[in-house]
């Protein structure tokens, strides 16, 4: 009998945990006994809205950066994201002294267009309904000769994503389960590695939106399918089919995926800012949700979920948080 070796282990969490060290941020994990009582169980929240650009993207995006040759650094690099990997790529290329093109939708939430321009990255735009995001910036990465790093579908950026989960073990020790959202599966499979090294007897379930569930439909079919582009409040996980190499590891390491409606996300959005006194974008929210909602089901005595991203403006969280958006 022979086995394979998977794409992405522990020993490479925490070989990214290592390079990450004193660039990314090592992001507090909050407790609330509001929270506790509500879902019955004591939750540990890892609060990658803290991290720089605002999400977990940039641990990913700066492991894959760094493990570059000097000569593709010098020739820069590229992306293709809806907005926290774009950010991300975009500072990992400054603070390691390169330049960054990225390919976003046109109707990505302007702040993180801003704030993407703001690091000195280039962006090229696209139509994310009609054009294919994977090809744009693959041409445009051969025709520049630019190193492009994928927002999920590489072993470093997975490897980078899971350092995460490996921070929120080392602080709050054993847990019985993990709950983190689901676009790509880049954050869930990095995750998984580190929480099945570490405890192997934890669950581990991911959060989609309701209308974008191409990874439960994926994981229940047995293989990778496609759905239409979603729409959805989420837009972080506004995605049509999960990665290959993402759902290779996803379908071996996940115990379940479980899905959450708009209307739940905003109610997680406002439970976090008033009660935890945090501020979620949509996608940052959706792991809450299905704690909030009961969607995860029985909860063992310690649970941690991973709060994925705050990149939202005041504008659109208002009218999100308000009387709905």
Same mark, same amino acid.
């Given at each position: 009998?022979?086995?394979?070796?998977?794409?992405?282990?522990?020993?490479?969490?925490?070989?990214?945990?290592?390079?990450?060290?004193?660039?990314?941020?090592?992001?507090?994990?909050?407790?609330?006994?509001?929270?506790?009582?509500?879902?019955?169980?004591?939750?540990?929240?890892?609060?990658?809205?803290?991290?720089?650009?605002?999400?977990?993207?940039?641990?990913?995006?700066?492991?894959?950066?760094?493990?570059?040759?000097?000569?593709?650094?010098?020739?820069?690099?590229?992306?293709?994201?809806?907005?926290?990997?774009?950010?991300?790529?975009?500072?990992?290329?400054?603070?390691?002294?390169?330049?960054?093109?990225?390919?976003?939708?046109?109707?990505?939430?302007?702040?993180?267009?801003?704030?993407?321009?703001?690091?000195?990255?280039?962006?090229?735009?696209?139509?994310?309904?009609?054009?294919?995001?994977?090809?744009?910036?693959?041409?445009?990465? @051969?025709?520049?000769?630019? =190193? $492009?790093?994928? !927002?999920?579908?590489?072993?470093?950026? #997975? %490897? &980078?994503?899971? /350092? *995460?989960?490996?921070?929120?073990?080392?602080? @709050?020790?054993?847990?019985? =389960? $993990?709950?983190? !959202?689901?676009?790509?599966?880049?954050? #869930? %499979? &990095?995750?998984? /590695? *580190?929480?099945?090294?570490?405890?192997?007897? @934890?669950?581990?379930?991911?959060?989609?939106?309701?209308?974008?569930?191409?990874?439960?439909?994926?994981?229940?079919?047995?293989?990778?399918?496609?759905?239409?582009?979603?729409?959805?409040?989420?837009?972080?996980?506004?995605?049509?089919?999960?990665?290959?190499?993402?759902?290779?590891?996803?379908?071996?390491?996940?115990?379940?995926?479980?899905?959450?409606?708009?209307?739940?996300?905003?109610?997680?959005?406002?439970?976090?800012?008033?009660?935890?006194?945090?501020?979620?974008?949509?996608?940052?929210?959706?792991?809450?949700?299905?704690?909030?909602?009961?969607?995860?089901?029985?909860?063992?005595?310690?649970?941690?979920?991973?709060?994925?991203?705050?990149?939202?403006?005041?504008?659109?969280?208002?009218?999100?948080?308000?009387?709905?958006?």
């Amino acid at each position: 009998m022979t086995t394979t070796h998977p794409p992405v282990t522990l020993d490479d969490v925490r070989a990214a945990a290592v390079r990450l060290k004193g660039v990314a941020h090592r992001t507090p994990v909050l407790r609330s006994r509001t929270l506790d009582a509500l879902v019955g169980a004591e939750v540990h929240l890892k609060c990658e809205n803290f991290q720089r650009v605002g999400a977990f993207k940039f641990r990913g995006a700066y492991h894959a950066a760094s493990r570059l040759t000097p000569e593709q650094l010098s020739r820069g690099v590229a992306a293709y994201s809806s907005g926290n990997h774009a950010q991300a790529v975009a500072l990992a290329a400054r603070e390691l002294g390169t330049t960054a093109v990225i390919v976003m939708p046109e109707d990505a939430p302007p702040s993180k267009r801003a704030a993407t321009e703001g690091y000195g990255a280039e962006i090229v735009t696209y139509d994310r309904y009609t054009g294919d995001r994977v090809a744009v910036a693959e041409a445009l990465a @051969a025709e520049r000769g630019l =190193a $492009l790093i994928p !927002p999920y579908e590489h072993p470093h950026v #997975i %490897a &980078g994503q899971g /350092t *995460a989960a490996l921070e929120l073990l080392e602080e @709050a020790g054993e847990l019985g =389960a $993990l709950l983190a !959202p689901v676009g790509g599966g880049g954050l #869930i %499979a &990095g995750s998984a /590695t *580190a929480v099945k090294g570490l405890c192997p007897a @934890a669950r581990v379930i991911g959060v989609e939106p309701e209308a974008g569930d191409d990874t439960k439909r994926s994981l229940e079919a047995g293989h990778r399918v496609s759905i239409p582009v979603p729409h959805t409040i989420a837009d972080g996980q506004a995605l049509h089919t999960p990665g290959e190499l993402t759902f290779s590891l996803n379908r071996r390491l996940l115990d379940g995926i479980v899905l959450v409606g708009d209307d739940e996300i905003r109610d997680a959005m406002r439970f976090a800012f008033e009660r935890l006194k945090v501020v979620l974008e949509p996608s940052g929210a959706t792991a809450l949700a299905a704690l909030l909602t009961g969607r995860a089901g029985a909860l063992p005595d310690r649970v941690g979920v991973i709060l994925s991203g705050g990149n939202v403006d005041a504008g659109r969280f208002a009218r999100l948080c308000g009387s709905g958006g």
